[in-house]
């Protein structure tokens, strides 16, 4: 049975739920908790409902905010679709207009397409040229030996040489690149991205002194039904190794490392002409171990649509046939 006073604050909690949420919500709530206190009771004969109003009453809170939550995403999503305007009426952004005016004023298609293969194959001689070789000994001289091992393959300078053409905002990544990255901890930024609130990273060594528990909670991971999946992946692993991309097959014992080591499960997920690998990151924490600061806004479909309207009104104009 309530005490009068359990009965009372109870009564008043509800209320202020119906307030500031909805009668819906607070009628939901009181479910949950009833529920609750019903199972504790049978399952515990010393229950005793006044001790454990406060924690069943969060706990039950805390359900339903996230329910509550999760059903409001869709509502939210409609009503930011709202506020955009449509691509037909929204201008495309500034780069994108940049680009398509230099496109028109080279002419008709044959004219683009011709200026596009000149540029490709200029590109494709000057990534051999002397000039270029040698900056890129000279980038990777000051590298770290698995750095230069990575890297050995790809050409930095004439990559920093294409983003300074094209006036992209981060000329700095190749030297970036040269000195290494963080892939745990809170990223380096250069203040060039919009700045976001991230959640703080989980600390590199407290996740491996939990390493073995974590490996213990993935032990569920097995193999698919589908053989033909299994060793696809399994093949696929293999392929990396001769790329550098991954290193192994080791076993479990050559991984031993006193019991600090992660590892995430990689899925099938079949495509039209292949079956794709995909690594779960989420499933083993390893996500959790890194930070990232900033936001970058990709193209979205939007914009293209923008463009290749914006495209489509300049042939129009001047009389010009094109396919979109």
């Known amino acids: 049975f309530w005490k009068p006073a359990d009965g009372a604050n109870y009564c008043n909690a509800l209320t202020k739920l119906a ?10 709530y009181d479910s949950l908790v009833r529920e609750k206190w019903a199972v504790k009771s049978v399952t515990n004969s010393d229950f005793d409902i006044s001790h454990e ?24 999503h409609i009503d930011q679709a709202k506020q955009t305007a449509h691509p037909f009426d929204a201008p495309p952004e500034p780069s994108l207009t940049k680009i398509i005016k230099e496109a028109n004023a080279i002419g008709d298609s044959k004219a683009l397409n011709d200026y596009r293969t000149e540029r490709l ?3 494709e001689r000057r990534s051999t040229s002397p000039e270029i070789e040698a900056l890129r000994a000279e980038l990777l001289q000051g590298a770290d030996e698995a750095t230069q091992h990575r890297l050995r393959k790809v050409n930095l300078p004439l990559f920093s040489e294409m983003l300074t053409t094209i006036g992209h905002c981060d000329t700095a990544l190749p030297h970036d690149l040269c000195d290494g990255m963080r892939i745990t901890g809170t990223l ?7 700045p976001k609130d991230a959640d703080p990273p989980v600390d590199k060594e407290a996740a491996l002194d939990g390493a073995s528990q974590q490996r213990a909670e ?5 193999g698919n039904s589908d053989h033909e999946l ?6 696929q692993a293999l392929a990396e190794t001769t790329t550098n991309r991954l290193r192994g097959p080791f076993t479990e014992q050559q991984l031993n490392h006193n019991g600090r080591w992660l590892y995430f499960p990689r899925f099938p997920k079949r495509e039209s002409d292949k079956i ?8 083993s924490s390893v996500n959790l171990l890194t930070s990232v600061p900033e ?6 479909l939007d914009n293209l649509i923008a463009a290749l309207q914006l495209c489509k009104e300049h042939d129009s104009q001047h009389k010009l046939r094109r396919h979109y």
């Open 121 to 123: 194959r200029f590109w």
């Open 295 to 300: 936001l970058i806004h990709l193209d979205n």
């Open 218 to 222: 993935l032990g569920h991971y097995g």
């Open 230 to 235: 299994d060793e696809a992946l399994w093949q």
């Open 19 to 28: 307030a500031q949420h909805s009668p819906t919500l607070s009628a939901k």
């Open 53 to 76: 109003t406060s924690t069943l009453d969060l706990e039950a809170m805390v359900l339903l905010q996230n329910d509550a939550s999760k059903a409001g995403r869709s509502q939210r």
């Open 276 to 283: 794709r690998e995909i690594d779960d990151m989420k499933a």
């Open 188 to 194: 380096t930024t250069n203040g060039l991205y919009e």
